[in-house]
């Protein structure tokens, strides 16, 4: 079982690691400079970030595992209703942005990470990643693998938010006030994250 976690462990820093190298904007200026637009990096980064996230949960699903706990009714119920926000949050974060920006579907005019601040981003700055987290730590069910698993991707979401921000930081000074206004992942507590 050990072996199990430190596999989902070192995979998953390998995984982060790759991400955020790519995420990274001397990683994008080498790529523009080769002759790629922002849209087609940004739908390269989409995909490989999609088959790679699937081959990592393949490999994640081919280690050995053991039960944790399983939790019945009726405290299932209300970690089932957890999921169910975390999905509609997650929904709520996709509504203000353009979704085909985004996946690189379509150009974004300025060329430069937009800065959002309008529907759940009034709330709280990272709403995608605070989604995932109520999705993935309100499983009803849990073995040693998923909450290894999931305990490695939130602290990669916590990581790589601050390298977002530094990122946005650069792009849009205002950004700043705006992470001093509103929390990073908890919605109204204290605003200092």
């Known amino acids: 079982m050990l072996t199990s976690v430190i596999s989902i462990w070192v995979s998953g820093i390998i995984f982060a690691v790759i991400h955020s190298l790519l995420a ?12 790629l637009s922002t849209q087609k990096y940004r739908l390269s980064y989409v995909i490989f970030a999609i088959f790679t996230t699937l081959l990592w949960l393949a490999f994640v699903h081919s280690l050995p595992d053991t039960n944790l706990y399983h939790i019945d009714a009726p405290i299932a119920w209300l970690l089932r209703v957890i999921q169910l926000l975390g999905l509609a949050l997650f929904l709520a974060s996709l509504m203000p942005i353009d979704v085909r920006v985004f996946l690189g579907l379509r150009n974004n005019s300025g060329n430069i990470d937009p800065f959002i601040e309008k529907g759940i981003y009034c709330y709280v700055r990272h709403p995608m990643y605070l989604a995932m987290m109520l999705v993935m730590f309100a499983m009803p069910e849990q073995s040693v693998n998923s909450i290894s698993l999931y305990t490695v991707v939130a602290i990669y979401f916590i990581i790589g938010a601050k390298l977002e921000e530094q990122r946005l930081i650069l792009a849009h000074p205002e950004y700043k006030e705006y992470c001093h206004r509103v929390a990073a992942f908890v919605p109204f507590s204290k605003r200092t994250e």
């Open 24 to 35: 990274q904007n001397r990683c994008k200026k080498l790529l523009y400079r080769a002759g």
